[in-house]
């Protein structure tokens, strides 16, 4: 402490020098919080498609699933070192642990509605430690009936080529009032249709045959999709109904999305991508639109079922993001299949080196990415 018993000018001497001392401490404060991961501790939250997942009023055994999006919008890679749950109800799994720039993971997030029933809350909790610690934690909601039962717990039509028509069948059991009844079901997939057959009805059960049909103009991709069973219990919500299953087209590639990562100028990279059918066929050219003297691409001219397609990348001398679309178009005018490339060319700022810089250094250098 400063002693303010002193001259007038020596006191506002002292009490400007006062000031300055605290000004550069304050500044040295909010220079320190730059640099630390708890500045940005938000940095991994930007990576969810949601915070948070309400199931809201489920049956009892209903198959109560989401699949929670995690997408890497940074430069260096990112890694999940734990995945942990709250509660013995919830369980959460991740689809994968790193993630390259571009990439997506989804953690799959599972209520036990056979052991616990009513009000049950828990919450998810996914761990990261690259490239700088930080926490996740996922709310998670969900109202378990006691008097309405799905078996099985969800429509799974599996893989499904595309074009073709498939029926599944479940069973609905309930418990309570003589003149409890279904009163409706509402697809949110217009390719879904259901519904009910009455099976029996006395001494205050009801039971149900579900019949869901796929139809066969049902587009390729993977199938998520709920139904919601309106009934006689009018104040209280429609009955939700997972359907989930996959749209198989005639020809697939693998992986949909390559990353080539971090590269110098004028370096070369190869990945292999895989091209599928259902059965033999042939490789006309892959085209891509934006970049194509920067890649090679290696095709057979024979038939096959699974074609691997080398596909090499030489990085451009000029720093920056290099993003192409490449076109498969197959032998009889089959609809083609596409796939992205993306790669980050190293400049001044970006090193792919094996001397890497020091921790503080890269630890600044990406919470300026993840406040951006």
Not at 239 to 246: C, H, N, Q, R
Request: glycine letters at 6%.
């Amino acid at each position: 402490m400063v002693s303010l018993f002193v001259s007038d000018g020596t006191k506002r001497r002292r009490v400007l020098r006062v000031h300055c001392l605290r000004g550069c401490l304050f500044t040295s404060i909010l220079v320190l919080c730059a640099a630390s991961p708890l500045h940005a501790q938000n940095w991994a939250e930007k990576m969810f498609d949601r915070t948070n997942v309400d199931f809201g009023v489920v049956a009892r055994g209903a198959d109560t699933r989401y699949h929670l999006t995690i997408k890497n919008i940074y430069q260096p890679d990112v890694h999940i070192a734990d995945v942990r749950t709250s509660c013995g109800c919830t369980a959460a799994t991740p689809s994968k642990r790193t993630l390259a720039t571009y990439e997506t993971a989804t953690i799959e997030i599972k209520m036990d509605t056979l052991k616990f029933t009513r009000e049950k809350n828990s919450s998810v909790t996914v761990v990261f430690d690259q490239p700088m610690p930080a926490e996740v934690v996922i709310p998670i909601r969900a109202y378990i009936r006691t008097d309405v039962v799905f078996s099985p717990g969800q429509v799974q039509f599996g893989a499904v080529p595309q074009g073709s028509e498939q029926t599944r069948t479940i069973s609905l059991a309930y418990a309570g009032r003589d003149d409890w009844a279904v009163t409706g079901i509402q697809s949110a997939n217009p390719d879904i249709e259901a519904r009910v057959v009455e099976t029996s009805r006395g001494n205050g059960r009801v039971n149900y045959d579900l019949v869901v049909a796929l139809k066969p103009g049902a587009p390729a991709g993977d199938l998520r999709t709920q139904l919601l069973l309106t009934t006689t219990d009018t104040h209280r919500p429609p009955i939700p109904l997972m359907v989930e299953g996959t749209i198989e087209p005639e020809y697939t590639v693998n992986p949909s999305v390559v990353s080539f990562g971090v590269l110098n100028p004028g370096e070369t990279k190869t990945v292999n991508v895989v091209v599928r059918g259902r059965k033999p066929f042939q490789i006309d050219t892959i085209e891509g639109a934006q970049h194509p003297e920067n890649f090679t691409i290696r095709t057979s001219e024979e038939a096959r079922v699974v074609h691997v397609v080398p596909v090499t990348i030489t990085a451009p001398t000029q720093p920056g993001t290099l993003q192409e679309e490449f076109t498969v178009k197959l032998e009889g005018g089959a609809a083609p299949c596409r796939f992205k490339a993306y790669g980050k060319i190293a400049g001044p700022d970006v090193s792919t080196s094996d001397t890497a810089p020091n921790a503080s250094s890269r630890e600044t250098t990406f919470i300026k990415q993840a406040n951006n």
